[in-house]
């Protein structure tokens, strides 16, 4: 059972979905999949290391791996965003602990940027 004196981190949890833009266009938009004023998680650092970084950029970026616990919810997956205190990290991996939907942990990566 996950205590919850553990769940410090106020997070919130976005997909990428399709929207609409000012105009009517259609456009890529981040949706809240959590409620919007967040849910409260564990939080972990792995060590950092270095990426290169795309030729625009040039150069590397720092990335660390970034380890979120919270309670099991479902629709949670891989390629999804948490946002928490202004900064978002993709969500590389779910895993359900012991395969008994009580607590999930998402592996994160850090350098990423809002979009």
Known sequence: MLQS???RRLIVIEALQQG????GGSEQVW???TPADGIYA???????TLRPATKAAGGEVPVSAEVF????????KAGMRVV???LYYRI???KDLADRHETLILT??????DG
């Open 31 to 33: 949706i809240p999949v």
């Open 42 to 48: 564990g939080h972990t650092s792995d060590s950092g």
């Open 69 to 76: 616990t919270l309670r099991w919810r479902e629709g949670i």
């Open 108 to 113: 994160c990566e850090t350098g990423v940027r």
């Open 20 to 23: 609409k833009d000012k105009s």
């Open 84 to 86: 928490s205190r202004g």
């Open 5 to 7: 004196g553990r769940l």
């Open 92 to 94: 590389r991996h779910v």
